[in-house]
C-alpha cells in the first residue's frame, strides 16, 4: 500500500527554476524505484528521470543537463529539480513507485504506484 503525494508545481516564466516533492507513505524509498513522469494535454504519458538497480539516475534526452533528480531518505521524499524551463515542459508532471526491480523503467506501466500529479506550466 504505497501512496505518493507530489507538490511543488505552478507557474514559472521560461528560463525559470522549479522543484517538485514526492511524498511517500507505505514503504520506505529506499526499497521502491522510483520514476518521474509527465504528461502534456492529448500526449502519452512520457518519462523524465528514474533510479536504477544501484540508485544510479537515468533521465531523458530533453531532461539531461536541466533536471536533476533526487532522494532524500531521512524524510522519505524524492524530488525533481528543474532548470532552464521551457514551454515545451508544460505539463502534469507524476511520480511513480514500483516494489521490484525491471529493466523498464522507462516504460510508464511498469510502475505500480502514481501520485495524483502537479501541474507545470511554463509561459513564454
Known amino acids: 500500500q504505497v501512496q505518493l503525494v507530489e507538490s511543488g508545481g505552478g507557474l514559472v516564466q521560461a528560463g525559470g527554476s522549479l522543484t517538485l516533492s514526492c511524498a511517500v507513505a507505505?514503504?520506505?524509498?529506499?526499497?521502491?524505484?522510483m520514476g518521474w513522469f509527465r504528461q502534456a494535454p492529448g500526449k502519452e504519458r512520457e518519462f523524465v528521470a528514474a533510479?536504477?538497480?544501484?540508485?544510479?539516475?537515468y533521465y531523458a534526452d530533453f531532461a539531461k543537463g536541466r533536471f536533476t533528480c533526487s532522494r532524500d531518505n531521512a524524510k522519505n521524499t524524492v524530488h525533481l529539480q528543474m532548470n532552464t524551463l521551457k514551454p515545451e515542459d508544460t505539463a502534469v508532471y507524476y511520480c511513480?513507485?514500483?516494489?521490484?526491480?525491471?529493466?523498464?523503467?522507462?516504460?510508464?506501466?511498469?510502475?505500480?504506484?502514481w501520485g495524483q500529479g502537479t501541474q507545470v506550466t511554463v509561459s513564454s
Open positions: 511513480a513507485a514500483k516494489k521490484t526491480y525491471s529493466s523498464n523503467i522507462y516504460a510508464a506501466g511498469a510502475y505500480e504506484s
Open positions: 533510479f536504477g538497480w544501484s540508485g544510479e539516475l
Open positions: 507505505g514503504r520506505t524509498v529506499s526499497t521502491l524505484y
